[in-house]
């Protein structure tokens, strides 16, 4: 009497498996693509907020539509943003260097008050990441909205909650020091990975019961 042979079950792991890394990788390598752009933009200085919010126009495309040109999506999105937030980029900057020049002599004076003061410059510092991190993810959900939108909803953003703001200055920081194992690894990600965050947070969808 003949037996039937047994048959290998198929596998469906590993196709799963290689799907997720794909998905994990796209993680990386689209906000990477967003924060070598933003790099780029950067450099000219007073440029930062709006090379920022392009960061946010970009990743949101990228989330809602699947649109994966995140280089030259943020490329593309600058001179738009640039005209509704130079003014901000400017007076952002000016006080980025007001607050290294404050935090250098205050390292250098040995006082009580100094350490005081230092907190403060720490304090100011933390509160500015936020606000920029939540106003580019406005900036790049709403980007007809104007200035005075974004910043009035990223403000709602940043300091509505303590816990969500803690998260975005922890995003912050954790993918600046994180990516240093990667060449180039915080000016690449440590742009985006925030604003990524910031984005999620905003999102509707996460917000209703």
Request: net charge positive; charged share 10%.
């Amino acid at each position: 009497m003949a037996t039937a042979t047994p048959t290998a079950p198929t596998s469906t792991t590993a196709p799963g498996r290689w799907n997720a890394l794909l998905r994990l990788l796209e993680y990386v390598a689209y906000p990477a693509a967003a924060g070598a752009a933003f790099t780029l933009l950067a450099l000219g200085v007073v440029t930062w907020l709006p090379a920022l919010a392009a960061v946010g126009g970009a990743l949101q495309r990228w989330r809602t539509t699947g649109d994966s040109r995140c280089f030259t999506g943020v490329l593309t999105a600058f001179p738009r943003y640039w005209r509704a937030l130079w003014r901000y980029s400017c007076a952002g900057a000016a006080a980025s260097v007001l607050l290294a020049a404050n935090s250098w002599y205050l390292l250098h004076v040995a006082s009580p008050l100094s350490m005081v003061l230092l907190a403060a410059q720490a304090g100011i510092a933390a509160a500015l990441v936020i606000l920029a991190v939540a106003v580019a993810a406005q900036a790049g959900r709403e980007p007809e909205a104007g200035a005075r939108a974004w910043l009035r909803d990223g403000f709602a953003l940043g300091f509505g909650s303590p816990a969500r703001g803690t998260a975005l200055l922890g995003a912050a920081v954790s993918a600046v020091l994180v990516s240093l194992v990667v060449p180039l690894g915080p000016l690449l990600l440590g742009p985006s990975v925030p604003v990524l965050l910031a984005l999620s947070f905003a999102d509707p969808r996460r917000n209703t019961a």
